[in-house]
């Protein structure tokens, strides 16, 4: 949306930016975001961006709580017209965000970066996903939230088209999160269990051949024994 006014040129805007100390750029930023958003109303509507942008910005003057609630309307409007990498965009500065506004919060930044890897995946961006699902699970863990650290790790078994890793590839970081996941589950979670176990399975592929056949063989009597003939990891 445009206010009426613009700069000559990018370079002013930039000059004149960096003029303003810190505090004060958050200052209007945060004034621009709440200026913005009364404008748009209480389902913001398309401004969602817009005050997502300048809430964002405006962090150190208390614009934190409009900042999350902003950037997850963004982010439905984005996979409401299938922009899932956009969607995935948002869904990060959610989690940025809570990161430094509410550090506590740990299952809302583990819900963010959950939401921020299945827009990756909705966008066929497999191993961009991969990222926020390893931050989900190391912050779920840290924060021992057990059942957010699966709700992550499931994703990492996925029906794409497209492989994990690139070929040859074992990506520790992958494997040792899943280890760690499987660890802490409920072992009479099947469902899950198996699709966790299917996922080490497939981030195994070109490891140690007998690590890799234990892998498939332990998903799928675990999938046999949740009620899954086909063993569907």
């Known amino acids: 949306p445009s206010c009426g006014f613009s700069f000559s040129h990018a370079l002013v805007a930039d000059a004149l930016a960096d003029e303003v100390n810190a505090a004060r750029r958050a200052r209007i930023h945060a004034a621009a975001a709440r ?14 961006a817009v005050v997502a942008h300048h809430a964002i910005e405006g962090l150190l003057a208390g614009s934190g709580a409009l900042a999350v609630d902003a950037s997850k309307r963004a982010a439905e409007l984005a996979r409401a017209r299938l922009a899932d990498e956009d969607a995935a965009g948002h869904w990060a500065n959610v989690a940025a965000v809570l990161a430094r506004w509410r550090p506590g919060d740990a299952q809302g930044r583990v819900a963010a970066l959950v939401e921020q890897a299945k827009a990756l995946l909705r966008a066929d961006l497999v191993l961009a996903a991969k990222e926020p699902v390893l931050a989900a699970i190391e912050v779920a863990d840290a924060a021992g939230l057990v059942e957010c650290m699966v709700d992550a790790a499931v994703l990492l078994n996925h029906a794409h088209p497209w492989t994990n890793e690139p070929y040859g590839v074992v990506d520790g970081r992958v494997v040792d999160a899943l280890e760690r996941t499987l660890a802490v589950m409920d072992d009479g979670d099947l469902a899950r269990r198996a699709d966790v176990l299917g996922a080490l399975a497939s981030e195994l592929v070109f490891a140690d051949e007998g690590r890799h056949r234990a892998a498939c063989e332990e998903a799928e009597a675990v999938a046999r024994a949740g009620g899954d003939p086909g063993g569907r990891p």
Not at 37 to 48: F, I, Q, V, W
């Open 35 to 48: 200026a913005f958003a009364e404008r748009a109303g209480p389902e913001l509507g398309m401004d969602a």
